[in-house]
């Protein structure tokens, strides 16, 4: 049987370093720490461990299968969030550490306990889950037009035991006011930008990334709505793109809202914007 040392020296002969792989030792540990069901510091701590050789065998179908672009997300079937292990699939787009933006940005309003919210675009349902895990009181639902993104979801509320209603529709049409509370991390890269992105980017579903022209015509159709749907003391929370943020405030502001708050990623960038009636 080959060793841990051993087999962390293979997987990261066998990864190319680029964007998404900066370090191939550290990826192929990651990896082999998984397939193990172990933490890292286990693994680091035992380099003349023997790997059964089943294991072997998975580890190495991942690191080629990774070598290749597909995100590691995919190939353990699931995706830390919030300090939780969520499921994801191809179906959906993997959750990224800016989205706890939102849920950090949510959680800090002045909400009532059994505030209605609503997350539309779900996808995974790892931003509704965390919302209704950290907020019992809170009635929350979740809206995706894709049903295997529901699916997906699903899976996720049920796993966790989280109180969400999951729903399937085209944004939030099929849902009448008032709501305390929308959050929504909708597909805001723009069109042009798509064939430029990351390779594992591109594993995520189109219908997840592709905001249009400008990335926001779904962010546009959502905006527009809000005065509808919330109440006059509730509030939106979006995700968006780099620059977008001055954009998505000129169109509030056309829609009778303002921006109450402005939050900026790591990387600097205005990631999340919340918005309120005026």
Do not use: K
Not at 38 to 51: C, H, N, S
């Amino acid at each position: 049987m080959a060793t841990v040392a051993e087999l962390v020296a293979e997987g990261a002969a066998g990864l190319p370093v680029r964007t998404g792989i900066p370090d191939p030792r550290r990826e192929a540990r990651w990896l082999l720490a998984a397939a193990l069901g172990i933490d890292e510091l286990a693994l680091r701590t035992d380099p003349e461990r023997a790997v059964p050789a089943a294991v072997t065998a998975t580890f190495r179908a991942w690191i080629a299968r990774r070598a290749t672009g597909e995100p590691a997300e995919h190939l353990l079937g699931r995706c830390r969030f919030w300090g939780r292990w969520f499921s994801v699939s191809p179906a959906v787009l993997v959750p990224r550490p800016e989205t706890e933006l939102v849920v950090e940005t949510a959680l800090a309003l002045p909400l009532g306990r059994d505030a209605r919210v609503l997350d539309v675009g779900t996808g995974s349902g790892c931003l509704a889950a965390t919302l209704a895990l950290e907020r019992p009181r809170w009635r929350v639902t979740a809206v995706d037009r894709l049903p295997s993104a529901l699916a997906v979801a699903r899976r996720n509320v049920v796993t966790h035991a989280a109180a969400v209603d999951l729903v399937l529709g085209d944004l939030a049409t099929a849902f009448g006011p008032p709501w305390d509370l929308v959050v929504a991390n909708l597909p805001y890269i723009p069109s042009p930008a798509l064939a430029g992105l990351p390779v594992e980017v591109g594993h995520d579903p189109v219908a997840a990334l592709d905001g249009g022209p400008d990335g926001l015509d779904q962010v546009r159709r959502l905006v527009a709505d809000l005065p509808r749907l919330l109440r006059r003391c509730g509030g939106a929370v979006l995700e968006l793109g780099e620059d977008q943020a001055d954009a998505v405030t000129a169109l509030a502001g056309q829609h009778g809202l303002a921006v109450a708050r402005r939050v900026r990623d790591l990387g600097g960038c205005e990631r999340v914007l919340v918005l309120e009636p005026r």
